[in-house]
């Protein structure tokens, strides 16, 4: 039996995250081979994950980052299956470690981000390997990305709602763009405007305001008039630049930032959120 010391524990720990007693345990199934270590940790995280596949993994942690040129931002969400470990700061950082490797790399789609090389293996192998440690289902269930001139990130205090959004140019006032971002976590916008909600949302809004119309006792023939009249209502309450700001509900976002450069807009937004 080979020696374990101290020090190939902390390694393996170092490199897998793995607790102390499962890296010393590893270590000394593997006889002190440090790569065949891994591989049980890995092995281990694999049957853990089979065990729990069927879980509901509704916790996590939601992090929005940007470039440090702020001309890129992503939104990733890992989850879990309890509050306790998404509060964890070890899942905090493994969580924000993705979305660096998402900024570095860029990914087009969450495939491609799990595909990614990290700390040896692939980020989908990585998160494999953490459900064997920590013991509950992990999974990357959410990753969105947004590149522009100027990109502001927000996170929500509790790492449960985040927002990444695109502006036209740079942002000479950081606070400008940093409340747009905590209008679209608080208001939940669907568009930047009305020619961004899709087809689908209007019509189904359209047959929504016929049915209320029908029911006020309106003609048939008036219901539909009336639906399409009610639509001003419905963007000004779901689109970014027409909802009122939540810090001055005199004035639309749109008013907002026109007042502080008019050459400034929104180009797009993603958000996110986890049983907020």
Do not use: W
């Amino acid at each position: 039996m080979a020696q374990i010391t101290a020090s190939d524990v902390a390694k393996l720990r170092k490199t897998t995250g793995a607790g102390l007693m499962d890296c010393k345990s590893a270590l000394e199934e593997a006889n002190g081979d440090f790569d065949a270590a891994i591989d049980i940790l890995r092995k281990k995280g694999q049957k853990v994950a089979s065990k729990r596949a069927e879980r509901e993994a509704s916790e996590g942690c939601v992090i929005a980052k940007t470039a440090e040129d702020n001309s890129f931002g992503v939104l990733v969400s890992l989850n879990c299956e309890t509050d306790f470990v998404a509060k964890n700061n070890d899942f905090v950082k493994l969580t924000t470690e993705i979305a660096d490797a998402a900024l570095a790399a860029k990914p087009n789609n969450l495939e491609e981000l799990l595909a990614l090389p990290f700390r040896g293996v692939t980020i989908g192998q990585e998160i494999t390997t953490q459900t064997g440690v920590i013991g509950e289902k992990l999974e990357l269930s959410y990753y969105e990305k947004v590149d522009a001139p100027f990109v502001m990130p927000y996170i929500h205090q509790g790492n449960k709602l985040a927002v990444i959004v695109g502006f036209s140019k740079e942002v000479a006032n950081a606070q400008v763009a940093k409340d747009v971002a905590m209008q679209v976590a608080a208001m939940a916008p669907l568009a930047v405007n009305k020619d961004g909600v899709d087809a689908k949302t209007i019509e189904k809004e359209i047959e929504i305001g016929k049915e209320i119309a029908m029911n006020e006792g309106k003609p048939a023939e008036m219901a539909e008039k009336i639906a399409v009249g009610r639509l001003g209502k419905f963007f000004k309450e779901n689109t970014l630049l027409e909802q009122q700001f939540v810090k001055d509900n005199k004035k639309t976002i749109a008013q907002y930032i026109a007042e502080n450069d008019k050459n400034l807009s929104v180009t797009g937004f993603k958000r996110f959120t986890l049983n907020v």
